[in-house]
């Protein structure tokens, strides 16, 4: 299994964590791109997204962008099964969860992994690889979804805490600490940190 949790995707996470362990050039890869998490935004208010994808389109991939949004689990397996690299960006993890739980996402990233692809998940795509998401509702807005459960992916076993000491998120990422939930470890991660997590190895790596 191949993951790469972070707040941000920034050309300096690109070159120190994601290249080195992704295994070929990105130019080489089938990228699946899921922005699903950002539709509750307006167009004008997700230059932020387009940012972060272009990082990985400098760098030769070719985006394959797939919103998950209405889709049922035999459109998700066939995409996937055409991917190297899936990268959720990130968004409004609440929302984001629902859509991967009405479209079947969890059988696929699985063969995904089987088979040496990689998970790159930003601020909400990170979020949902967690095992339940509903620790991160401060920093979020929960009512935008209809979810029947806020279980997680369950990939790692912490529960990430993106945009620490960010200068619009930290307030809130200080209440999400203040109050953590039972049984769980909070992991912070600032917008020039990762969580590399492979067969091997699980790390915070600065960027």
Not at 2 to 28: C, D, F, N, Q, R
Not at 92 to 119: D, I
Request: aromatic content about 6%; proline content about 7%; glycine content about 6%.
């Amino acid at each position: 299994m191949k993951l790469i949790l972070a707040s941000s995707l920034t050309p300096a996470l690109l070159a120190k964590v994601i290249m080195p362990h992704v295994g070929k050039p990105l130019s080489a890869c089938r990228v699946v791109c899921i922005p699903t998490a950002a539709n509750v935004y307006l167009p004008e208010n997700r230059a932020w997204q387009t940012e972060e994808m272009d990082v990985l389109r400098n760098a030769g991939a070719v985006l394959d962008v797939f919103d998950i949004a209405g889709k049922n689990p035999q459109q998700v397996a066939q995409k996937f099964e055409q991917a190297d690299v899936v990268y959720v960006t990130g968004g409004n993890a609440f929302y984001l969860l629902e859509h991967m739980q009405r479209s079947g996402v969890a059988n696929p990233l699985k063969a995904l992994f089987k088979r040496g692809g990689t998970y790159i998940g930003t601020s909400a795509g990170a979020v949902v690889a967690c095992e339940d998401i509903d620790y991160v509702a401060p920093m979020d807005e929960p009512h935008l979804a209809k979810l029947s459960s806020t279980k997680g992916l369950g990939l790692v076993p912490y529960l990430i805490v993106p945009h620490t000491h960010h200068p619009k998120y930290d307030a809130l990422a200080r209440q999400i600490f203040a109050k953590p939930p039972i049984g769980h470890h909070l992991l912070g991660l600032t917008d020039t940190q990762a969580l590399l997590v492979t067969d091997t190895v699980t790390e915070v790596v600065q960027a």
